[in-house]
């Protein structure tokens, strides 16, 4: 059971370069989430999915797309990448939770991102 | 959502107890409590969640005072590889997460 895992580890871009960084959960959970974290700071939800095929805006989406066509990924996509969108990226995912609370969410490893 | 409160950071020492305390004057007759630790360089892991009273499991305790407008989160005997950051979160219905700061509890030998 690899729990969440993210690729890539690592990545450098230069401003205006695109790139897709992937998640994968084999929990089979049904809502996935990618936030990310800057220094000093807690942790910011950039987009959310409760379902394939489906998608949500979280706190700070903007410059960011995400896709959920199966269960057990979710992309999130940078079209033009922006010095700002320097950060480390985390993903995670839950079960929907039951009595009408947020379930735990597993997190990954994190993805580093430098945008030059 | 209920706004948290909790300290940037705690000293402590091995073998020690730590206790984090948490504000949330606005919480919510529905609302939940949970909390999740982070260490360097890795996502947040969850540690305990609660709604009163107190909650205990392996790793920690958490005690919430009849009002809920706080909690505590209890760590018996701290080791070094206890030092990460404690977010406190306030969960609302089928809300998403909101992390603030934490509080970063270093501990020393």
């Known amino acids: 059971n690899a729990g969440v895992t993210q690729t890539p580890k690592f990545r450098v871009l230069k401003t205006g370069q695109s790139m897709t960084l992937l998640c994968a959960q084999d929990?089979?959970?049904?809502?996935m989430y990618w936030y990310r974290q800057d220094p000093g700071m807690g942790l910011r939800l950039i987009h959310y999915?409760?379902?394939?095929?489906?998608?949500a805006k979280g706190e700070v989406p903007d410059g960011y797309n995400v896709s959920r066509l199966k269960k057990q990924n979710f992309l999130l996509g940078l079209e033009s990448a922006a010095p700002s969108q320097t950060s480390v990226y985390f993903c995670?995912?839950?079960?929907?939770?039951?009595?009408?609370?947020?379930?735990?969410?597993?997190f990954g490893p994190g993805t580093r991102l430098t945008v030059l | 959502l209920a706004k948290t409160t909790q300290p940037i950071s705690m000293d402590s020492y091995e073998g020690q107890e730590v206790n984090i305390t948490c504000s949330h004057n606005?919480?919510?007759?529905?609302?939940?409590i949970t909390w999740y630790q982070q260490f360097p360089s890795q996502g947040p892991r969850f540690i305990i969640q609660?709604?009163?009273t107190k909650v205990t499991n392996e790793v920690a305790s958490l005690f919430i005072p009849a009002d809920r407008k706080s909690s505590t989160l209890s760590l018996p005997r701290v080791s070094l590889s206890d030092t990460a950051v404690y977010y406190c979160?306030?969960?609302?219905?089928?809300?998403?997460?909101?992390f603030g700061k934490g509080t970063m509890l270093l501990v020393s030998p």
């Open positions: 995670a995912s839950s079960f929907p939770g039951l009595a009408g609370r947020t379930d735990t969410q597993y």
């Open positions: 929990m089979n959970h049904e809502y």
């Open positions: 999915s409760v379902g394939e095929g489906t998608t």
């Open positions: 606005n919480i919510a007759t529905n609302d939940y």
């Open positions: 609660g709604y009163k």
């Open positions: 979160l306030v969960i609302s219905g089928y809300s998403t997460l909101t």
